[in-house]
């Protein structure tokens, strides 16, 4: 296979995902082809990612070692998906997420493609073994799943399909630590993956405390970001444990009684509907009206506090 330091990535499907994915690999200093059903969205989308790529590089924010102009001339546009696969070392299927899409793309590849390239999708929640169900490049496809936004949040979980090879795997992630993400291992596919197992728990224990009015909507998302959340950008639950006590094994000592105690009073899932959504709703939209130009107002306050977020984690890893 080849190295991961060269080659062209491909990215099919350039809307907000691809845009990202698009403009990390740049970074990476890789050649980058787009391609997307509706050939006007590729050329908005170049469009767009020069004009944030400009953005980055005045506020400093911009990643890799080329400029902003560097960066944007990596990346160009395809009119179809044959010419866009041709020599490519990895391809980033980013289109909607539906599993009947994505896998007439991915029967549309397996006939194209050489046993070389790696073929990647960025689906949220569709599992490996639906997805390349009946390819003949099994060996050659893996998930790797972006948090959004990307560019700001370099968490991205490698799933296999049972068939996948671990040279795949291991590329995957090689090339996803040169583009400056950081890449976990899941070892087999499982509904939600890592990351969305662990926000459910948390959405739904926050449903249940606001529905049992043991707090405000408001007062729960302050748990987390003025509490819990201020830590868990540095350190996971199980770091946190472990200095939260002489060591993991003196936490569990401590406090695995109490864990055990409230766990079991923890009340079953919610249907997310009723009472309980319109007072949350009316909760949400009190602190940001529900309309396209508060929430996009919102979305960027957001993107700013991660990406000074970046930095700081990036400074702090460097002491
Ligand atoms: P999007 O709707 O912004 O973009 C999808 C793009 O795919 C559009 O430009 C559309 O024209 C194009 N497309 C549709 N059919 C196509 C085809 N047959 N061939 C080529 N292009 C086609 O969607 P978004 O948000 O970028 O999501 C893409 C994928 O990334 C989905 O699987 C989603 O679950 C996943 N994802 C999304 C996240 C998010 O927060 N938006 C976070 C992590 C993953």
């Known amino acids: 296979m080849a190295s991961p330091a060269t080659g062209e990535v491909v990215i099919i499907g350039s809307g907000l995902i691809g845009q990202s994915w698009a ?3 740049a970074s990476g200093g890789f050649k ?3 391609y997307d059903i509706e050939p006007q969205q590729v050329t908005n989308a170049l469009e767009k990612i020069r004009k944030e790529m400009k953005f980055l590089e005045q506020s400093g924010s911009l990643k890799g070692s080329l400029s902003a102009e560097e960066q944007g001339s990596l990346i160009s ?5 044959q010419a866009a696969a041709e020599g490519a070392m990895h391809i980033q ?3 909607p997420e539906n599993l009947e899409l994505k896998k007439k793309i991915f029967a549309q590849l397996d006939q194209i493609i050489d046993d070389k390239v790696v073929l990647s999708s960025s689906t949220s929640c569709l599992l490996p073994s639906s997805l390349f169900a009946g390819l003949v490049h099994t060996k050659q496809c893996i998930v790797a799943h972006p948090v959004n936004p990307p560019y700001h ?3 991205v979980e490698l799933v296999p399909h049972p068939e996948t090879a671990p040279a795949t795997v291991d590329r995957t992630y090689a090339l996803m630590r040169k583009i400056g993400q950081s890449p976990v291992r899941v070892m087999k596919e499982i509904d939600g993956f890592a990351l969305n197992r662990l926000q459910y728990a948390v959405i739904s224990e926050a449903w249940r405390l606001v529905e049992e009015g043991i707090v405000s909507p408001s007062d729960l998302d302050l748990v987390m970001s003025d509490g819990l959340g201020m830590r868990y950008a540095f350190i996971g639950p199980l770091e946190t444990m472990h200095l939260n006590a002489e060591g993991m094994l003196s936490y569990c000592d401590k406090y695995s009684e109490g864990m055990q105690r409230v766990l079991k009073t923890f009340g079953p899932i919610p249907d997310f509907s009723g009472a309980t959504v319109e007072k949350v709703n ?3 939209c009190v602190k940001v009206p529900d ?5 996009a107002a919102r979305r960027q306050w957001r993107d700013e506090c991660l990406l000074r977020l970046a930095k700081l984690k990036r400074q702090m890893q460097s002491q």
């Not at 546009?77 to 998906?81: A, R, S, V």
């Not at 309309?291 to 929430?295: F, G, S, T």
């Open 93 to 95: 299927e980013c289109v």
């Open 23 to 25: 403009m990390l690999f």
């Open 291 to 295: 309309d396209p130009e508060h929430l």
């Open 153 to 155: 949040v370099p968490l």
């Open 77 to 81: 546009g395809c009119l179809t998906i």
């Open 282 to 284: 009316q909760a949400m």
């Open 32 to 34: 980058v082809k787009l």
